[in-house]
C-alpha cells in the first residue's frame, strides 16, 4: 500500500473499503486524483526543503569548524604575546629581540 493510499483510507475509511472493492483494480491515485496531485507537490516540496536543511547544515558544521580554527589560532597568538611580553620585562635588550622573533616564528614550540 503507498503513502498516498494510506492517507485516504486514514481520511476517508468507509469511501476506502467501498472504492477498493467496486474499483479493486484501480489505484487511489486514478480515484482521487486531485488530492493525488497535491499529495505529489507537497512531497516535492518536502524533499526541497530537506535539501535546503541539509545544506545549511554542512555550512553551520563548516563554520563551526572554522571558529574552532580561529579560537585555536587566536590562543597560540595570546600565548605568543604573553612570552614576548615576559621577555620584554626580563631580558637584555638583544637576547629580547632574538627571542621575540622566534617566537613569533613559532620556533619556540
Given at each position: 500500500m503507498s503513502d498516498f493510499e494510506e492517507y485516504i483510507k486514514n481520511k476517508n475509511p468507509e469511501d476506502y473499503v467501498v472504492l477498493s472493492t467496486m474499483y479493486a483494480n484501480q489505484a487511489m491515485s486514478e480515484l482521487y486524483p486531485d488530492q493525488f496531485e497535491v499529495w505529489q507537490h507537497q512531497g516535492a516540496e518536502i524533499e526541497l526543503l530537506?535539501?535546503?536543511?541539509?545544506?545549511?547544515?554542512?555550512?553551520?558544521?563548516?563554520?563551526?569548524?572554522?571558529?574552532?580554527?580561529?579560537?585555536?589560532?587566536?590562543?597560540?597568538?595570546?600565548?605568543?604575546?604573553?612570552?614576548?611580553?615576559?621577555?620584554?620585562?626580563?631580558?637584555?635588550?638583544?637576547?629580547?629581540?632574538?627571542?621575540?622573533?622566534?617566537?613569533?616564528?613559532?620556533?619556540?614550540?
Open positions: 530537506k535539501a535546503q536543511l541539509s545544506l545549511q547544515r554542512d555550512r553551520n558544521k563548516a563554520l563551526e569548524i572554522e571558529l574552532t580554527s580561529s579560537r585555536n589560532y587566536g590562543d597560540k597568538l595570546n600565548e605568543r604575546i604573553r612570552k614576548v611580553s615576559w621577555l620584554l620585562g626580563n631580558n637584555g635588550f638583544e637576547r629580547t629581540i632574538k627571542n621575540c622573533l622566534k617566537i613569533l616564528r613559532g620556533e619556540h614550540e
